[in-house]
């Protein structure tokens, strides 16, 4: 038997440090982890040399230990609690001669650990040094900044990790098992019940149509009370024509609806003044579908499938077409070639639309309306005609046409602009502003030129009714939240410029079956957004007082896409007549909350769980400005939710939101 005795001395030493170690600190370099989990917007991660295998440089300094890639890239790494620090310095690469911009953030954990906000080519390298104790997961995620993905060569460079024992290792990024789609909106009942907006705004002696939104089983009939004599009701479709009252002022109509199931009645103030679009617009747009595969059969569909959805009695009226209904320059294709004008300079449709008129008569025959698009450019984006120098001319066409709403996009309109100064950007649009302001039929101004210039700052007062504030939302990057948060964020940060005839556009809703705007000859397929996320894009636009404009597959819309376009009081919040857009109540720390006063005094809010995992959210009343709340309801549910008391907290699913409307108490 061994002396226990002759252990003794080491068994001391052991107990005198207990808190040494049992592994030495080490350090590995993240190039030096599998790199095949590492993804990138184009190429694939190099280690040592630039995306474009070129030297890592940054700001003149030359690296040779790091990694090139490109935005947008992520890597997930399992620390597993044993990394002490993450060290690196991060940047766009000089090869992209100064363009290009990146953000980079990350987390562990979930938790926001590091953003560096943006990093543009030229930049000073930006130093990274982070804590981990403790920490599981970490994910690296360098993002576009707000011009796109567009050369953001991004380098980190001297980046390691320090840890004891094991090391860190590259996992691929976890798959998340499929969400259920799960239907709130309650379905609407048999009985009439009329939606849309309270107010409607339309100028004097003009041609009017307005098919009265109402759900319920059909036959309805319709009657109005107070019915200006210029106008007459089809009290089987509850479509009302003819010319707007020549007397500027309010006319309070009441709607009545009646059937075998019931009958409901409203008030519709009709407001005949210089106001269009007291509400925002809402409708159906091809471009994201359809891109360049148009033709007039398309739209006649879509106008069938606005009614026959149901989508029209909830308010979508506008049919527009976007981009390449004209003839195209550089084209082999017959259906496309020709002169762009007739001699005496009226434009000319592709012979995909062989009579306009005839389109817009099937369209308002159905008592919803028509759009058009068009560039101050000689071309359109997509290289069609545009309408540089025949402005007005073309303005009259589309109003001889039977045009409701006009898209207008910058497009080439930089080639023929003349400088880059603010006036050279409002220019066009004030010339178009002037034209249809003199035009006797109304046409809704919805500009198109991605928030230059501030667009927000001016639009309203050229005569513009709604304008887009960003790119194209179908090109937008996302991260690991889709592009249309980035979109709806920036948005967000100009609702002090909304109003009543004036809309910030953060572009179309894409849900559904949609197409992709990186391959625009693929058929659309169904929406990667998960459900949650799709509740969150239609209550962000609801909140925002976007306009509601649809563009994926409107002839093929599931149960589910209905149910997120489709309920009657989310649709009310974007649709309420105060006309406030939500004002940004708190961003960070993968939260948003947003705030939309209403007309009737009480508040929409938006709680928005921008984190990866489902997890507890609240705002107490008075960070909502609220005093006493009588009053909480969920929007999407249909349903009041008592036991709120002093705040509203409650569970949010990853991505995804909830909505309520909530009513102060009276004093
Ligand atoms: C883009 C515009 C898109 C779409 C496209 C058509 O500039 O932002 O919404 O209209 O042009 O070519």
């Known amino acids: 038997m061994p002396n226990p005795c002759r252990f003794l001395p080491f068994l001391l030493i052991l107990a005198i440090l207990p808190s040494t170690p049992l592994f030495a600190e080490e350090t590995i370099a993240l190039h030096a982890l599998d790199l095949e989990h590492m993804?990138?917007?184009?190429?694939?991660?190099?280690?040592?040399?630039?995306?474009?295998?070129?030297?890592?440089?940054?700001?003149?300094?030359?690296?040779?230990?790091?990694?090139?890639?490109?935005?947008?890239?992520?890597?997930h790494v399992e620390l597993d609690g044993r990394v002490q620090e993450f060290t690196a310095l991060v940047g766009v690469d000089d090869e992209t001669e100064g363009k290009g911009s990146i953000e980079v953030k990350i987390t562990g954990d979930q938790a926001v650990l590091f953003e560096s906000g943006p990093i543009r080519g030229g930049d000073p390298a930006i130093p990274i040094a982070i804590e981990l104790e403790g920490v599981k997961r970490l994910v690296l995620i360098a993002t576009g900044s707000q011009d796109?993905?567009?050369?953001?060569?991004?380098?980190?460079?001297?980046?390691?990790?320090?840890?004891?024992?094991?090391?860190?290792?590259?996992?691929?990024?976890?798959?998340?098992?499929?969400?259920?789609?799960?239907?709130?909106?309650?379905?609407?009942?048999?009985?009439?019940k009329i939606n849309g907006p309270s107010l409607y705004g339309c100028r004097p002696d003009r041609p009017f149509l307005y098919r009265i939104p109402c759900t319920g089983t059909r036959p309805i009939s319709f009657a109005v009370e107070n019915l200006p004599k210029s106008l007459q009701l089809d009290p089987h479709t509850g479509i009302l024509t003819g010319h707007t009252p020549e007397a500027k002022g309010e006319y309070l109509l009441t709607l009545h609806a009646q059937s075998a199931h019931g009958?409901?009645?409203?008030?519709?103030?009709?407001?005949?003044?210089?106001?269009?679009?007291?509400?925002?617009?809402?409708?159906?747009?091809?471009?994201?579908?359809?891109?360049?595969?148009?033709?007039?059969?398309?739209?006649?569909?879509?106008?069938?499938?606005?009614?026959?959805?149901?989508?029209?009695?909830?308010?979508?009226?506008?049919?527009?077409?976007?981009?390449?209904?004209?003839?195209?320059?550089?084209?082999?294709?017959?259906?496309?070639?020709?002169?762009?004008?007739?001699?005496?300079?009226?434009?000319?449709?592709?012979?995909?639309?062989?009579?306009?008129?005839?389109?817009?008569?099937?369209?308002?025959?159905?008592?919803?309306?028509?759009?058009?698009y068009t560039s101050p450019g000689p071309w359109t984006c997509a290289g069609y005609t545009g309408s540089y120098q025949h402005e007005a001319q073309d303005a009259k066409t589309f109003a001889a046409w039977g045009f409701d709403f006009l898209k207008y996009d910058w497009c080439s309109y930089t080639s023929v602009a003349g400088g880059n100064s603010l006036d050279h950007l409002i220019q066009p649009y004030r010339l178009m502003g002037e034209i249809l302001e003199q035009l006797d039929r109304d046409i809704i101004y919805n500009l198109c030129q991605y928030g230059m210039g501030d667009v927000w700052t001016w639009a309203g007062s050229i005569g513009g009714h709604c304008w887009r504030?960003?790119?194209?939302?179908?090109l937008q990057a996302g991260d690991l939240l889709p592009g249309f948060y980035h979109i709806g964020l920036s948005n967000a940060q100009h609702a002090a410029y909304a109003k009543p005839g004036q809309w910030n556009d953060p572009d179309y809703i894409l849900i559904g079956s949609v197409g992709d705007a990186h391959k625009q000859d693929a058929p659309p397929i169904p929406t990667a957004l998960t459900p949650n996320e799709q509740y969150s894009y239609m209550s962000m636009w609801s909140l925002m007082a976007a306009p509601l404009i649809y563009s994926g597959d409107i002839r093929h819309l599931d149960e589910f896409t209905l149910n997120i376009l489709c309920n009657a009081e989310v649709i009310e919040v974007n649709q309420d007549p105060l006309g406030?857009?939500?004002?940004?109540?708190?961003?960070?720390?993968?939260?948003?909350?947003?705030?939309?006063?209403?007309?009737?005094?009480?508040?929409?809010?938006?709680?928005?769980?921008?984190?990866?995992?489902?997890?507890?959210?609240?705002?107490?009343?008075?960070?909502?400005?609220?005093?006493?709340?009588?009053?909480?309801?969920?929007?999407?549910?249909?349903?009041?939710?008592?036991?709120?008391?002093?705040?509203?907290?409650?569970?949010?699913?990853?991505?995804?939101?909830?909505?309520?409307?909530?009513w102060p108490a009276e004093e």
């Open 39 to 75: 993804s990138s917007g184009w190429g694939r991660p190099v280690v040592g040399k630039s995306i474009e295998n070129k030297p890592l440089t940054l700001n003149g300094e030359v690296y040779t230990d790091g990694v090139g890639t490109h935005a947008l890239s992520i890597l």
């Open 148 to 192: 796109g993905i567009g050369y953001d060569h991004v380098d980190w460079v001297q980046a390691q990790f320090t840890y004891t024992g094991e090391p860190p290792k590259a996992i691929p990024a976890p798959s998340l098992p499929p969400e259920e789609k799960i239907i709130l909106t309650p379905k609407p009942g048999p009985e009439p």
């Open 263 to 372: 009958s409901y009645s409203r008030t519709l103030k009709l407001v005949v003044g210089d106001t269009l679009a007291l509400t925002p617009p809402m409708g159906w747009n091809h471009w994201y579908s359809f891109y360049d595969r148009i033709s007039h059969i398309l739209f006649r569909e879509a106008a069938d499938a606005m009614i026959e959805s149901g989508m029209a009695d909830f308010g979508y009226q506008y049919v527009n077409i976007d981009d390449c209904w004209m003839r195209k320059r550089e084209t082999e294709d017959p259906m496309l070639q020709g002169e762009p004008r007739t001699a005496d300079g009226t434009i000319l449709t592709n012979s995909h639309f062989p009579d306009m008129k005839d389109l817009t008569d099937h369209i308002h025959g159905k008592g919803l309306k028509a759009g058009i």
């Open 469 to 474: 504030t960003t790119g194209d939302l179908g």
């Open 580 to 662: 406030k857009q939500a004002a940004i109540v708190r961003h960070g720390d993968d939260t948003l909350i947003l705030a939309k006063p209403l007309e009737d005094g009480s508040l929409s809010v938006g709680l928005f769980n921008l984190a990866e995992a489902e997890r507890t959210l609240s705002v107490t009343w008075p960070e909502l400005g609220l005093g006493a709340v009588k009053r909480v309801r969920d929007v999407w549910r249909q349903m009041d939710e008592p036991g709120h008391v002093q705040k509203l907290e409650v569970r949010i699913p990853r991505h995804g939101v909830k909505m309520v409307r909530i």
